[in-house]
């Protein structure tokens, strides 16, 4: 293909676009107004399933189906950086050697370690009743694993961050949202329908139907994914030593640790 038909089949991509976005941005109600019709439509949707937090009945609910792709990027580019920065044969893997940690970091790092572990897991738990979810509070548990790496040493994350049990539970909560969603399909409803489970006493964490269950999937899929990139990009930084061939000699070149 030449550079000029790959111009017009640009431009032409761009101009539907423009029009079509034009076209959206006029059936938009006027700004500053009180019609809010896609805001109020949203909330009553949540409300009638039961689910107090409107965003979680949109991303779990009312826009499954959209959601389930962001999850999908994620599991993509997990599963891209394993396959890129896996140990190749002029790399070879050394112990990290111990770094010395002021006592003040090591102190406050392990103190925080369990209260933010905590609080992910309770954002990711309420997802469907108040501010958060699974994304959020699949990000928070991951990053709280690795306090222990900033008021510790590599060597104690390793042991508390077995890899290969992350990146099964990656795939687990990936396939635990695509199953849900086929199960609303063997039911007789649509793909990702939130029919299948009663919605439960509103306000409480059993409600919102198949919301919570969900948001639990991705939270799961969000944290051991975060874990899994830190884990490849950290293992480059601190463990991997790559052979360089100069002149026919074999050098090493030392990661810092």
């Known amino acids: 293909m030449s550079r000029r038909l790959r111009m017009w ?24 107004g009180d019609s809010h019709p896609y805001g ?13 937090n409107v965003i979680s009945a949109v991303n779990f609910d009312q826009r499954a189906f959209d959601t389930l792709g962001e999850e999908t990027i994620l599991f993509a580019a997990v599963l891209g950086t394993v396959v890129l920065l896996r140990q190749t044969r002029e790399e070879r893997q050394v112990p990290p050697a111990p770094v010395h940690v002021a006592l003040p970091v090591r102190r406050y790092a392990l103190i925080l370690l369990p209260v933010a572990l905590v609080v992910g897991l309770y954002v990711v738990a309420h997802g469907q009743l108040s501010p958060g979810g699974g994304f959020q509070g699949g990000v928070v548990v991951a990053t709280a694993l690795h306090l222990l790496y900033i008021g510790g040493d590599y060597r104690a994350l390793e042991r508390i961050r077995p890899v290969g049990v992350y990146e099964v539970g990656d795939a687990v909560g990936e396939a635990t949202y695509l199953v849900l969603g086929l199960a609303g399909l063997i039911a007789g409803s649509s793909f990702l329908a939130n029919t299948l489970m009663p919605y439960g006493t509103f306000n409480t964490l059993a409600s919102g139907g198949s919301v919570p269950l969900l948001n639990m999937a991705v939270g799961m899929e969000v944290a051991c994914a975060v874990v899994v990139l830190l884990a490849r990009f950290l293992d480059q930084a601190v463990e991997i030593d790559r052979s360089i061939d100069r002149g026919g000699r074999r050098e090493l070149t030392s990661s810092p640790s």
């Open 9 to 32: 089949i640009l431009a032409v991509g761009c101009l539907g676009f423009a029009a079509m976005f034009g076209a959206a941005c006029l059936r938009l109600p006027g700004f500053g």
């Open 40 to 52: 109020d439509r949203a909330v009553r949707a949540a409300l009638a399933h039961h689910t107090a």
